[in-house]
């Protein structure tokens, strides 16, 4: 059943995204839910109390999933789960996420970029180990990422339900570990796979253009000048 206090998150948050953050007042919030404004300062004296429990509950979960990870052995099979259930955290949330997308300045007055700065380092080394190098890390850091954007991307697109969304952007996210995985076990045997999966890919594309009687666009010759130009 749904608390009070969760009803009020999540009316307040709808609010929030509608007509934006400055703009709503803790009365109208209480109209909304269809309380007094004393029911309502019992759980929250300010506006910024409400939007600051978001991002504690938020917090929470993501603390408890990391120290949790911190705890096993750093193997794909790991990297794959905590991306998993991190994006099942995110999905959840995914209204929060927009608003911190859409609201800087107050992340910034509020100081929660650097509690989000602090969850995203401690996930990118779990996604790519303390000695990965650059492109690694990039690529660790666009993973976790991918389970951040798509939602404020794509999720009001009209015909994408959430769980298609979810698994989209999950199957892109793990693309991207799976490609880390084989950059820094450089292993001859699966870059050359992977070098002639693309070779294939290119040879079949190039074959449905030609059955299709397409021909690639070619760059118009120059005239020659006249003579004396």
């Not at 934006?20 to 004296?45: D, P, Q």
């Not at 109390?49 to 929470?60: A, H, M």
């Not at 996930?123 to 404020?152: C, K, V, Y």
Request: charged content about 30%; overall charge negative; proline content about 4%.
């Amino acid at each position: 059943m749904t608390s009070t206090r969760e009803r009020i998150q999540r009316v307040s948050l709808d609010l929030f995204l509608r007509q934006g953050y400055e703009k709503t007042s803790l009365r109208e919030i209480a109209e909304e839910l269809g309380v007094t404004k004393a029911a309502l300062y019992y759980h929250f004296k300010t506006k910024d109390d409400i939007l600051t429990s978001y991002f504690v509950d938020f917090g929470d979960a993501v603390k408890a999933l990391l120290d949790w990870a911190e705890t096993q052995e750093p193997t794909p099979r790991l990297r794959r789960e905590l991306l998993t259930r991190y994006m099942d955290i995110i999905s959840e949330r995914h209204k929060m996420i927009q608003f911190v997308h859409e609201n800087q300045p107050t992340m910034r007055r509020l100081d929660e970029k650097s509690r989000f700065k602090t969850f995203m380092n401690r996930m990118n080394n779990l996604m790519t180990g303390p000695d990965a190098d650059l492109e690694s890390r990039l690529r660790g850091f666009q993973a976790i990422m991918t389970a951040h954007t798509s939602w404020f991307l794509f999720f009001e697109e009209e015909g994408i339900e959430r769980e298609e969304l979810r698994a989209a952007a999950l199957n892109v996210a793990l693309g991207m570990l799976a490609a880390n995985d084989i950059h820094r076990a450089a292993d001859p045997v699966a870059t050359e796979l992977a070098t002639a999966a693309i070779a294939a890919a290119e040879d079949a594309l190039e074959e449905q253009v030609d059955k299709n009687g397409e021909t690639a666009p070619t760059a118009p010759t120059a005239e020659p000048s006249p003579a004396g130009a």
